[in-house]
């Protein structure tokens, strides 16, 4: 059977605790450097990416496989020429033992799947998912704090953040985990989702003001208004700055609070907050390559 990544609803709490546990040995440098030797992974980028991207390539090289990668792939690749996802998932997989996929549409990566021969790994669709942040997000909240019964609030754009959306799924299975939903009205979590969260006993709360939130929580995850999902400058203006951490909000939150953020920020935690020891956005990035690295080894594993 191959192990495709579309979803974070498809990671059991089993599979999380031997992605997370390998994460941790990978972390503590204890890992075999050629685990992946002879093996290729395609990165087949249809929408920008930093640390995705490059977390990925960097934990395939360090395991001994290799990379081909069309990094702008509206561009450069063959797409531009008219040719279909579908067709360029025919050809690639016949290239790669893997296939990591951002595209700029929701379910891509599952329409991908049907196709492949290959794993499928969504590293983003759209406003849909984003299922291998979701996993580095959880392992740093669990580095950090305990799991059941944790307090989190979620701040800015929940209806187009994918990182909200996959990261809500894996917290579903955990006990008792209250989620405070921070976000204007009309950018709120979308309400199937909700229903599905509630369905499987997650506890959501919503709010539009910030302030407010951040008395109780032990994890506060700020995200980014996604600019690219509005259909004009107007209306995306409406929301661009409503919620920012600034050293003076940050005051308000309990001592061993951590601060999360999937980044790139544009300006939704001030410069002066990375100070505080309780900023572990740069953090939570680094864990990206160990966490990658693990579930390299785990779909490799597994198929
Ligand atoms: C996120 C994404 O692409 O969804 N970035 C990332 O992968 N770390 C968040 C964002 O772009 O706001």
Redesign the pocket.
Known sequence: MITHITTAAKFSKEDIKAIFSLSEKIKSQKFNKKLLAGKVMATLFYEP?T??RLSFESAMIRLGGSVISTENASEFSSAVKGETLEDTIRIVHSYADVIVLRHFSKGASEIASKISAVPIVNA?DGAGE?PT?ALLDLFTICENKNINGLKIAMVGDLKFG??IHSLLKLLSLYKDVEVKLVAPNLLGLPSSLKLELSQKGLHLEESENLKDSLFRSDVLYM??V?KERFTSEKEYKKYFGKYILTKELARKMKKDAIIMH???RVNEIAPEVDKDPRAFYFMQAKNGLFVRMALLSWIFHKS
Request: glycine share 8%; no cysteine; charged share 20%.
């Open positions: 990416s640390r995705t983003g984003h942040q994918r990182t995200t980014r996604q999937p980044l790139p």
